[in-house]
């Protein structure tokens, strides 16, 4: 009999909310119940009007306004979790109704007995956390109003995915071709656009944790004769830009995100959205970064993630309702694809893919081996140096095959049972450390890769891309999908494979897309081209 079936007659119509489970974490142990006074907070998920038709290249998005006033919380929706919450004690402080989402406050006890759960302290060989096991449970005439509650449980959800390769002071520099690169290197060997200044072009950036030094960031960019970008903090849930003077922390998430976007996208403005580092922390970054009035950022870079299966259901939905709402709202989401290969870290002898690169709608960045110099690429392999330090991708186990990836021939997984499934990635760039970027972190320098660099790579080029535009491509996935090789927007890549056990690799790099490297990485002034025709 399990609690639900023995609670008292208060909760005998009460529910399970679908996809909400959680299990301990591996090599966690439970040390004793959570403190009953704590306070904390936890975000609600409410249903809102279906957001239908989302179309690539379509003449006109949504605008935040529009959003808002089409797609908002239903008042009445509003009244009964705001009743619910008087109710158990709980107090609204903070409502996102064109989101969808409600935070609410209070006490450890009154959330336990409000979402019938059993909250307990846990520790980890890393951490300790605040987590539960089993379902959380809703009132029945809720059932169909609350979507998911993320929150009560605060392990940390996400994983970085850089990888630094070493310390060096000065770089090295020769005529000869040199194994690592600045950002505007990169770019210029995958051919961006060299003269646009995209000052009209907000790139928004979601870190959970970590921070970053402003005289750090001052030096770094005149050290390539570029200026400095104008930055904006987001904070979230207390979270602010607190560099913890760790470079092999978060800090070299936020700097190395930071520092690869606005160099290879001069002029553009950055917004940096720090949230903590749990499932309700990351939603908010997401759902604060779409529907953000203020700095109104068109295209967003993520560089954090996890395999799938450490996810709950629940908060995948969540996040990926978010992610059709950036597609409405014309708004172009970058995610890295992972550094674990085809595993993503994850050793049970299947593969994984990582959330949130595995959503149908946001634009899912694998990691490629770059060698060359000035504009000419001499070599371009999938990045894959062996045991856990490779590229992520795959095909999803949560999310449907999209119908623009139809003609990808995405092959069925490789775990037992074949499924057809979303395939990860869409798109790739340098990403092994050994020819990684060099990049300015808590005072010292550093080469850096992982496939969050490329990300806000590619973040930059869509804001390139915007900005030559005059308007945000969105949602581009179907449309990248549908261009023709002739047109030569992509470089595809095909030697190598994910399987960072150096087998033969359950995805291997193949002509056309494939479960390494995507479609393959960008020809930036060709891609601009094609693109250009498909929008105007």
Known sequence: MNKLDKSNLEHANYVRIPGSERTALPSARKIGSAEPNEQMSVTVLVRRPSIT?????????????????????????????????HEHGLE???????AGTIVL?????????????????????????RGREGHVHIPEDLADIIEAVVGLDNRPQAIPHFRILEETEPFARSNAAKPSFTPPEVAQLYNFPSDINCND????????????????????????????????DVSIGGKKNQPTGDPNGPDGEVVLDIEIAAAVAPGARIAVYFAPNTDAGFLRAITTAIHDNVSKPSVISISWGNAESRWTLQAMKAMNRAFQDAAALGITICCASGDTGSSDGINDGL???????????????????????????????????????????????VFDLPSWQEKAH??????????????????????DPATGYEVLVDGRRFIIGGTSAVAPLWAGLIAIINQKLGRSVGFVNPVLYSLSPEGKAFHDITIGNNDTDHGTGPYPSQAGWDACTGLGSPDGTQLMKELITRYS
Do not use: M
Request: hydrophobic share 30%.
């Open 201 to 232: 072009q907000c790139i928004g950036i979601i870190e959970l944790g970590g921070g970053y030094r402003s005289d750090d960031l001052e030096t770094y960019f005149n050290s390539l004769g570029i200026p400095s970008p104008t930055i904006t």
């Open 351 to 397: 593969v994984h893919v990582d959330f949130p690169a595995s959503s149908p709608y946001v634009l899912g960045c694998g990691g490629t081996r770059l060698e060359g110099s000035n504009h000419t690429i001499t070599n371009e392999v999938v990045w894959n140096e062996g045991i856990d330090s490779g590229t992520g991708g795959g095909v999803s186990h």
């Open 105 to 129: 406050t209070g006490s450890i006890l009154d959330f336990s007995k409000a979402f019938d759960v059993e909250l307990t302290n846990y520790e980890h060989t890393d951490f300790t956390y």
């Open 53 to 85: 038709n989302i179309k690539p290249s379509q003449s006109r998005f949504l605008s935040r306004e529009q959003f808002a006033a089409d797609h908002s919380i239903d008042p009445e929706d509003l009244k009964k979790v705001e009743q619910f919450s």
């Open 410 to 431: 995405v092959p069925p997984s490789a775990n037992p049972g074949s499924r057809a499934g979303r395939g990860v990635p869409d798109v790739a760039g340098n990403a």
């Open 92 to 98: 609204i402080k903070e409502i996102n109704v064109a």
